[in-house]
């Protein structure tokens, strides 16, 4: 009885592993201790959903938010409602961009693996105050990184963004694209962000990796992006303002995709010293713990037939405003996903017409309209 609960103890909080050689089940320890996530940005749209997918399979969970004013803060309060009383989980809310609450972040609670997806996003609101991003992705970024140098994280996963490509004609976008000309300071933060780590992963051996977001959307989406307001407007029979007269194509990816992806990215690099799975955190030629992988849908769609999809989930006709292209946004969006798929054999799969159903299912449900 004794050894069975020793047994018990170790397997959840060591990095344990039942392999079957030759019909002989052997219990292999592979090193280090169970993962302690801390999760940034954990009210937002993508750090929500993360967070209760970690939850979901047991894992301990930290996470930081300002709930800051850039959208409906009741918003970010029902998602975290959504997990906030989980044994596992501890809520924050804080600025990390204050140093030394950063700091004091870090001293508290030593988190295993770090995501950042903490930042101030919105390509358009960037032309507004650019120095809200500065604040929220470059210096609260630092601040991340050296929490994460201070208590040799094992591994730190953010987010970086499809705006890096800026101006990029060449498709479908790759990770090894020069991406030297961003069309906003929102691209440019993201893509400091992705400099930034190499820094840290070239000097002090820190394992990064950048994933650059592609349009992500569905429940519990943010009210600033296109297919939300879109919803908005449809259900209230008001016109809906269609920049660049329709032309845009975006490489929308569901959510749960994206969740999938990450959830790829983190369990590929859970096993330190295990090595089995270490590959996963060095550059393609070995060299630096340092990676950046797209994760997009790899599906481009045409802005106007995502509001056809719309229009279909909502049994209602959009009333569409032709406008010329607004500064600041990018053409057309598509991503590679190659490298994705070589290193962690994933790619995402929803079908733009099931998640475009799944997002005005939610949103009918939450907002309690009466439509359709
Ligand atoms: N949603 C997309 O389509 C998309 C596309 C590309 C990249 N991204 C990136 O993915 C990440 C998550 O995006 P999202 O759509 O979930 O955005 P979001 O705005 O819903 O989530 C970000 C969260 O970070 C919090 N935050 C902002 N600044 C902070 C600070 N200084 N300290 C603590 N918390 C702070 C906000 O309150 C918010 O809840 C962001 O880095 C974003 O730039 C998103």
Redesign the pocket.
């Known amino acids: 009885m004794k050894l069975l609960t020793i047994l018990i103890f170790m397997w959840s909080s060591f990095n344990l592993e039942m392999v079957n050689f030759n019909n002989f089940y052997v219990l292999i320890f592979f090193g280090g201790f169970m993962a302690k996530f801390l999760v940034?940005?954990?009210?937002?749209?993508?750090?929500?959903h993360l967070t209760f997918r970690l939850l979901e399979r047991g894992d301990e969970v930290i996470g930081?938010?300002?709930?800051?004013s850039?959208?409906d803060t009741n918003l970010?309060e029902a998602r975290l409602a959504r997990y906030q009383n989980h044994p596992n989980y501890i809520h924050i809310r804080?600025?990390?961009?204050n140093r030394k609450a950063t700091e004091d972040l870090f001293d508290k609670y030593v988190p295993t693996h770090v995501v950042?997806?903490?930042?101030?996003?919105?390509v358009r609101y960037s032309i507004e105050d650019p120095l809200a991003y500065i604040?929220?992705?470059i210096v609260?970024f630092a601040h991340v990184l050296e929490g994460c140098r201070r208590y040799k994280v094992n591994h730190l996963v953010?987010?970086?963004?499809?705006?890096v490509y800026g101006s990029n004609q060449e498709m479908p976008f790759k990770e090894n694209h020069n991406v030297d000309h961003p069309l906003n300071v929102?691209a440019a933060s993201?893509k400091s962000n992705e400099l930034m780590a190499h820094s840290y992963s070239h000097l002090y051996g820190l394992p990064t990796t950048g994933l650059?977001?592609?349009?992500?959307?569905g429940p519990w989406?943010?009210p600033d992006?296109a297919l939300h307001k879109f919803t908005k407007a449809i259900i209230a029979n008001e016109k809906i303002p269609v920049f660049n007269y329709g032309n845009h194509i975006r490489d929308f990816?569901y959510i749960d995709d994206v969740i999938e992806g990450l959830i790829h990215v983190l369990d590929g690099s859970l096993v330190i010293n295990g090595s089995r799975k270490n590959k996963h955190l060095y550059s393609q030629d070995g060299t630096l713990p340092w990676r950046l992988y797209n994760l997009g849908s790899n599906n481009p769609i045409k802005l106007l037939d995502c509001i056809s999809c719309l229009e279909k989930a909502l049994g209602r006709s959009a009333k569409i405003e032709f406008l010329p292209q607004q500064p600041g946004d990018m053409h057309d969006t598509y991503a590679s996903v190659d490298n994705l798929v070589n290193d962690f054999g994933y790619k995402p799969k929803t079908s733009l017409d099931k998640g475009v159903a799944n997002f005005v299912a939610w949103y009918i449900d939450y907002y309690k309209v009466n439509c359709c």
Not at 94 to 97: E, F, V
């Open positions: 940034t940005g954990a009210a937002g749209f993508i750090g929500s930081v938010d300002n709930h800051n850039y959208y970010k804080m600025d990390l961009a950042n997806l903490a930042a101030q996003a919105g604040d929220s992705n609260a953010y987010a970086s963004s499809s705006s929102y993201k650059r977001f592609f349009t992500v959307y989406g943010r992006m990816t």
